[in-house]
């Protein structure tokens, strides 16, 4: 696939690609995306509805896009890309979860 002109950078860049995916607890993942094009992250969550929440974060603590997993797959919103991420996920009761490294 080629990529899209980087009017930026100049030559061609990929639009988005998968950085780190981790399991959620209902056989779904949840994915760290970035866009080196907009140099933006998100997380985008594949799987079925559940009772969870996903969000991706950058180190200096900024979270984006709170998405309840009660409504199936979905992104969240864009966070700083220059910045290192992760994407975390917690259960609707507040129990456990998972956070991947940062990115």
Request: aromatic share 16%; net charge negative; with cysteine.
């Amino acid at each position: 696939m080629k990529g899209i002109a980087n009017p930026y950078q100049g030559g061609y860049v990929d639009a988005a690609y998968d950085v780190v995916t981790i399991p959620t607890e209902n056989g779904g993942s949840l994915t760290l995306r970035y866009s080196p094009l907009c140099a933006a992250n998100w997380a985008r969550y594949t799987g079925s509805q559940y009772q969870f929440d996903y969000w991706v974060e950058t180190k200096d603590q900024n979270a984006s896009g709170h998405q309840d997993a009660y409504f199936g797959s979905g992104y969240t919103t864009m966070v700083d890309g220059t910045l290192l991420a992760g994407v975390c996920w917690w259960d609707g009761a507040g129990q456990y979860g998972q956070c991947s490294t940062w990115n």
